[in-house]
């Protein structure tokens, strides 16, 4: 069956990175997703790694995936205290299939 | 562009009452999705449309939800009667495909259902 796990809990000081881990079951998921949820608000893409590949980058972002252990991390240089929010990532197949989401890392960023 | 719309922001009932959710997708959007996100929890699909065509809604509890999307463009999503397990913010998101996020789905703000 699909599930994905992450931590539930990450804090860390401005400046510093942050990396937050994902396990998934789901080997035939297509593409991984990174979404961000602040207070109130819905679900922002942040970036997407289809899963041919190991490493994305997309400016502060690094996405490292590990398909043998199916594990995905998402990884936040000079992390600033307006990235405090939820992070889910999710998989999802080709096409129309649902994405299916981790329980979401609350990231805490102190001046 | 204009983002998905979803309406209304906040809702507050007691149990066994009625209510709807509206939302508007992203102009053009063919896939709409409607998923339930419980307090603590990542949101979990309800139902997929395809148009006005229902794709999945393997888990939509089907003795009292119900979600139309009769002209292919604008959804409704109702609960009849309310259980206080329905607590939740329920989002709706729909499906672009194709250019840099090939197969993204957009998120509107979500409504936050509070069952008393």
């Known amino acids: 069956g699909e599930d994905v796990e992450q931590s539930l809990f990450l804090s860390v000081r401005e400046g510093d990175s942050s990396v937050i881990n994902c396990t998934y079951t789901?080997?035939?998921?297509?593409?991984l997703y990174w979404y961000k949820q602040e207070p109130g608000a819905g679900l922002q893409l942040l970036t997407y790694?289809?899963?041919?590949?190991d490493m994305k980058q997309d400016q502060r972002l690094t996405v490292l995936l590990n398909k043998k252990d199916k594990h995905l991390s998402l990884r936040i240089a000079d992390t600033q205290t307006g990235d405090s929010a939820i992070y889910f990532c999710?998989?999802?197949?080709?096409?129309?299939?649902?994405?299916?989401f981790g329980t979401g890392t609350r990231l805490l960023v102190s001046p | 562009e204009a983002g998905v719309a979803q309406s209304p922001r906040y809702k507050i009932i007691e149990k066994r009452q009625s209510v709807a959710f509206w939302c508007n997708p992203i102009?053009?959007?063919?896939?709409l999705y409607w998923y339930q996100q419980i307090l603590g929890q990542g949101p979990k699909l309800l139902i997929q449309?395809?148009?006005?065509?229902?794709?999945?809604d393997s888990q939509l509890p089907k003795d009292r939800f119900s979600a139309e999307r009769l002209k292919g463009v604008d959804s409704t999503l109702k609960i009849q009667p309310a259980k206080l397990e329905d607590s939740a913010v329920y989002l709706c998101?729909?499906?672009?495909?194709?250019?840099?996020?090939?197969?993204?789905?957009?998120f509107g703000p979500g409504t936050r259902l509070t069952v008393l």
């Open positions: 999710a998989e999802g197949g080709a096409g129309f299939q649902k994405l299916v």
């Open positions: 789901d080997s035939s998921s297509t593409y």
């Open positions: 790694i289809f899963s041919n590949m």
């Open positions: 102009s053009g959007h063919a896939t």
């Open positions: 449309f395809q148009n006005n065509g229902v794709v999945d």
């Open positions: 998101a729909s499906l672009s495909s194709g250019g840099e996020y090939t197969d993204t789905q957009y």
